[in-house]
């Protein structure tokens, strides 16, 4: 996959812009499909940075009860990358 579809969009919360300024952490909304090798490479390349560590997690929306059925949520995969300490990257 190449870098643009890996990665979706940055994830911009309090708690992300925290980890962000104290402790070099970004995190992401990525493809349910990507790994960590492809993150790594991905954020990389796009941002001009040295990542040294990535962490992934699985999300799943909660299931909605409709009048015709209920209906599952969908996934998505949130990565917190962590750069070198010296790099920084600009979302805005």
């Keep these: 996959m190449e870098a643009i579809h890996v990665i979706k ?4 919360t309090e708690k992300s812009t925290f980890a962000s300024n104290e402790h070099h952490r970004y995190a992401f909304l990525v ?6 090798t492809q993150i790594k490479r991905a954020v990389e390349d796009l ?3 040295r990542v ?3 962490s992934t997690s699985n999300r799943k929306s909660p299931d909605r009860r409709l009048k015709y059925g209920l209906v599952t949520g969908k996934m998505s995969k949130k990565a917190i990358v962590r750069v ?5 990257l ?3």
């Design 9 to 12: 969009r940055p994830l911009v």
């Design 90 to 92: 600009e979302l805005f």
């Design 47 to 49: 941002y001009k940075v």
């Design 31 to 36: 493809d349910t499909r990507a790994d960590k």
């Design 84 to 88: 070198h300490p010296d790099d920084r």
């Design 52 to 54: 040294i560590g990535v």
